[in-house]
């Protein structure tokens, strides 16, 4: 058996964390020593780590609960789980993207600096043209 902390320590999850998950239902609640202590058993760590795992590739808490919910019931078809870690690559692809163009944009500007001072420095500038673009397309910037 382990206590909340021996649970907490090789998965790296926060004993607060634990609790919540616990609250939300993606825990079973814990059994309790004679002396109220949490009590959690191999099976309990196995599922803590499972989410812990999935919480590390990105997977929302509803997707997790999704996945829990096949991986406990072993004779279902593997289908939904496929779908959404599809899902989970698609929006990682999407990120990817985005943070492909901010790397794109952010190496323009360091390319384009000519060094000097302040202002004639072209990173300055570009965060000052990009906000008076957004100033045009969508009012106040603020």
């Known amino acids: 058996m382990h206590t909340i902390r021996t649970l907490a320590r090789p998965t790296g999850t926060k004993v607060q964390t634990i609790r919540y998950y616990e609250q ?8 309790r020593s004679a002396g109220g202590q949490r009590r959690y058993d191999d099976a309990q760590l196995d599922r803590l780590a499972f989410i812990r795992h999935a919480r590390q590739l990105g997977f929302p808490l509803g997707a997790i ?11 279902r078809d593997c289908g939904a789980a496929d779908a959404i870690a599809r899902r989970r690559l698609r929006e990682v692809d999407t990120r990817i993207v985005r ?18 001072t ?25």
């Open 24 to 31: 939300i239902g993606l825990m079973p609640e814990s059994g």
């Open 65 to 75: 609960r999704e996945l829990l919910d096949l991986s406990d019931h072993p004779d």
């Open 99 to 116: 943070l492909e163009a901010l790397r794109r944009e952010l190496q323009r500007m360091i390319t384009a600096c000519r060094g000097g």
């Open 118 to 142: 302040t202002s004639d420095c072209r990173v300055l500038e570009v965060l000052r043209d990009h906000a008076e673009c957004l100033a045009d397309h969508h009012g106040d910037v603020d």
